[in-house]
């Protein structure tokens, strides 16, 4: 039995065809209907993924525009040091 139900695989196209009869059969009325609302959900979901990457895009230029905190803070601490070792040898060549 095993064997048998490995054996099946995927369907040919005469066997599509066949579906797809059968679904239009039972389906027939409502196919139409069930295809727009598919087409207007992956239409509604790329929008939103537009959106969203948009979004992205803009925050990455802002962040590139503005100057970074952790550089602005290494500047302040370099030249604070600057000014420290300028005033120490200063009093050190003072004595």
Do not use: C, Y
Not at 60 to 69: F, I, M, Q, T
Not at 75 to 94: G, I, L, M, V, Y
């Amino acid at each position: 039995m095993r064997h048998a139900i490995l054996a099946l695989g995927m369907p040919g196209s005469w066997e599509w065809i066949v579906i797809l009869i059968v679904a239009l059969v039972i389906f027939g009325r409502r196919l139409p209907d069930v295809a727009r609302s598919i087409g207007k959900s992956i239409v509604e979901f790329k929008k939103g993924i537009r959106d969203v990457s948009d979004d992205i895009d803009d925050n990455v230029r802002l962040d590139k525009s503005k100057p970074n905190r952790l550089d602005q803070s290494t500047a302040e601490s370099r030249s604070s040091a600057k000014s420290n070792h300028t005033e120490t040898t200063s009093t050190k060549n003072d004595n």
